[in-house]
DNA sequence: AACCATGATGGAATCGTTTCCATGAGGGTG
DNA sequence: CACCCTCATGGAAACGATTCCATCATGGTT
């Protein structure tokens, strides 16, 4: 314990420390190769009695890599968000790895640019809810990075293995559950990046024999305003509709807020259906029915993922659920 | 662009490609020193052509520091410290420094174990929301990491720079707020680590000439069951109770849960003023009164502060305002 | 004309670790 | 007894950048 103005204690000052050579500090240390169980016993007291930490920074330069994983997300505000990372901070942190966050806002450029300091820092994992098309991973791909999409896979990118929600079921669940109530003129609250989503939603339509009806179908941003904005929108442009779909727990906070805003009631006037369970939806009234999704699941599995690099591994389908609550109703 | 098995450009293969140094082609990229107009043009060619990132590892090994600020926070699916989050990131990814994020839980070990993997990875900027005593940060001081406290002050350490919001003034509007509506019963629900807000509250009380019962004062983990608990416990064991503040959004929305769940109605039977605003504070049933904090302000005053390492600051305090909705009555 | 200040430049040391390789000791087998 | 194989060990190279320092050229001053 030196003064300030202290010099970081070195694998060198151990080996001096111990009285043998810096490659047997090492090895010892590092778990690899062989040494006497004497050796081992002195390195281990040197150590410990000169509290040395290995420097990260020697170790990576060397070995030419980052531990850690990169996380990219487009907003840590949004609980879904949020509780991915918790999945993929959970897992990493009980792997010793550290973390990189970063988050795109859902804007390609910000996500470009994000994957070049990650490049720089030589990180060489990264798990990705990505905002752009395939085309910004190349030189992340170039640069040998492991990547690994989370929530949406990338069209072009088939083959980088991806833990997803099942969009497909979760969307015709509830659009069947809609149809159900008799409900016709179903709206969908995408946000940017929800193309799967918005394709399942047609589909789903299709399936039922109810007409595709594209003016119901509104895109938002990874922002609040531009969540209420589009859904405020959606009310006042289309009076007629009887349903809607949020795609996301931040669409769904606008449309309650929109809907109260222009004395539209739920479920009476509109029956709703968030994607995304969020405590608040049992507190909201009326309380949501929502599609869950596993989010916090979703981070660890992707997380795990990868961690174990070996392997090359399929994309990850992760189940949704209907939760019926109260914030639907029969066409009025 | 080379096949994979690739070799990473460095500066030398830049150098050689511009016919010059290595160390000329450092001074005229990372800006310092000088460099004749026509060498700097042919060294930013050839980086141009060759599409060189330099390599923060080699870097930081030699300046002796790894760029970028550790983040450090109890847990990310808390939306305050989710919006904390945010405010770090918006200044870091503008100032283009990474952020390392990890979640202590609120559990002093955990955040001793991350204290010493940020001073490994030779991470030296540091914002943090403490959860242990100030002697846990004794390696980060002695290690030379520059550390701003945010949310929260470390008794002990109060010469840390850190941002906080106005508890005493919070918890005073509050209680005096409740006090106004005849109530003299008033609960304080607080987290682990809130030492402050309870002593705040406590004050306001004395001041009022409220008598302290400190059975209505009762503490949490950071985690959704444990705020459940705690509110549970509270409304069952003391039923005389005619308010209560919760000192967090999760500790409000388990207060708020608590009541549906024991039947207790909100405002009428029990007063209920939640710290934190947050999206869904308006969307409950009743919208929740609330005293707002600025957590995204927070964060970024705190990267603010911990990027200009120069300057010793004191600690910057926050305003808090109460926003008044549907959820306080007068005393039944 | 000699000298010096200044600017441009590149070689080499350095950061802390891992890992390759050479060396040496010791024991078992032919 | 010679030989070889294995294990233990330490010296030194490598990773990729920054930066100190020496060298050299140039132009202005005495």
Known sequence: MRVSGQRRTTIKDVAE???????????????????????????????????YRPSALGRNL????????????????????????????????????????????DDPEREAQLIGSLIEESVDRVIAVPSGDGEMWGPAFRAGLSVVFAERPVQGRENVPSVVTDDRSGVRTAVEYLAGLGHRR?????????????R???????ALGVPVDEELIVRAHASR????????????????????????????EAAVLAARELDIRVPRDVSLIMFDDVPWAELC????????????????????????????????????????????????
Chains 1, 2 share one sequence.
Do not use: W
């Open 17 to 51: 420390a111990a009285e043998v050579g810096v490659a047997t500090v090492s090895r010892v240390l590092s778990g690899t190769g062989f040494a006497s169980p004497a050796t081992r016993e002195k390195v281990l007291a040197a150590a410990a009695r000169l509290d």
């Open 62 to 105: 060397r070995r030419q890599r980052t531990g850690g994983i990169g996380l990219l997300i487009p907003d840590i505000t949004d609980t879904f968000y949020a509780r991915l990372a918790d999945g993929v901070l959970t897992c990493a942190q009980s792997a010793g790895e550290p973390v990189m966050i970063g988050t795109t806002g």
């Open 186 to 198: 179903i709206a969908f609250l995408a946000r940017h990046g929800q193309a799967q989503r918005a």
């Open 200 to 206: 399942a939603f047609r589909e789903a339509l299709a």
């Open 225 to 252: 305003d531009s969540a209420y904005a589009a859904a405020s929108g959606l009310f006042q442009h289309r009076p007629d509709l009887t349903a809607v779909l949020a795609g996301g727990n931040m669409l769904g």
């Open 285 to 332: 009234s009326p309380p949501l029915t929502v599609i869950s999704q596993p989010a916090q699941d979703m981070g660890y599995r992707a997380a795990e993922l990868v961690l174990r690099e070996g392997r090359r591994s399929r994309t990850v389908t992760l189940p949704t659920e209907l939760i019926v609550r109260g914030s639907c109703g029969p066409r009025r």
